[in-house]
């Protein structure tokens, strides 16, 4: 089982790069790492995977060293608006597909942003 | 394109009464999970359907909730009778196929209070 450790809290302010950090020490061979986020009273919200290295979308970066052990979810310039709950899951299809570990969201970080 | 449609989204009971959520996935989604949330914590898989087929009921408590998805399209979740515990958000989200490395859409929630 892929159990993830997350912060359960952090705080920053409007403009600066967040960096919230996952650490997943029993990740296996074919895991993908997933990132979610939610807001008060909405279901969660996908925001980023990857598998190795560095991924980047028009929202946030998702960076894997090499041993694959932790993964760091990156938000450049945070505003107001990205207070939110933010999930790393890590699995697999065939995990997903024969039980529920691959579908474990934890309890997330709390990410607030100040102005 | 519509996202994945839940009703109600709020509902009240009196303990030991039954109630029973809806639920309308993405259209094409063949994968249509149900989970559970609590209060400060993330959600928890509850079971997923493959089509009209639960391929995952493992944490579904079946002596009292149920669920059903005829035809392979919309989903209700049921519980009968309602305990003071059940009280949280019910959350629906669909994907394409299984797996983790599919990203799941979820629904706004159905939040249950049990009085």
């Known amino acids: 089982l892929a159990k993830t450790t997350q912060p359960i809290s952090m705080d920053s302010y409007e403009g600066q790069e967040v960096n919230i950090t996952c650490s997943h020490n029993n990740i296996a061979t074919n895991d993908y790492i997933t990132w979610y986020q939610q807001f008060p009273s909405q279901g969660p919200r996908f925001i980023i995977q990857g598998y190795k290295t560095k991924v980047t979308n028009e929202v946030a970066s998702l960076f894997i060293p090499a041993d694959r052990k932790s993964s760091t979810l990156s938000l450049p310039r945070v505003s107001l608006s990205d207070t939110a709950v933010y999930y790393c899951?890590?699995?697999?299809?065939?995990?997903?597909?024969?039980?529920?570990?691959?579908?474990?969201f934890g309890k997330g970080t709390h990410l607030i942003i100040q102005p | 394109e519509a996202g994945v449609v839940q009703s109600p989204r709020y509902k009240i009971i009196e303990k030991k009464q039954p109630v029973a959520f809806w639920c309308n996935p993405i259209s094409g989604h063949n994968t249509l999970y149900w989970y559970l949330q609590n209060l400060g914590q993330g959600p928890e898989l509850l079971i997923r359907?493959?089509?009209?087929?639960?391929?995952?009921d493992s944490q579904l408590p079946k002596d009292r909730f149920s669920a059903e998805r005829l035809k392979g399209v919309d989903s209700t979740l049921k519980i009968q009778p309602a305990e003071l515990g059940d009280s949280a958000v019910y959350l629906c989200a669909s994907s394409l196929w299984r797996g983790l490395n599919n990203e799941q859409f979820f629904g706004p929630g159905t939040r249950l209070t049990v009085l």
């Open positions: 359907y493959e089509n009209e087929e639960a391929v995952d």
């Open positions: 899951l890590v699995g697999d299809e065939s995990r997903g597909g024969g039980g529920a570990d691959g579908l474990t």
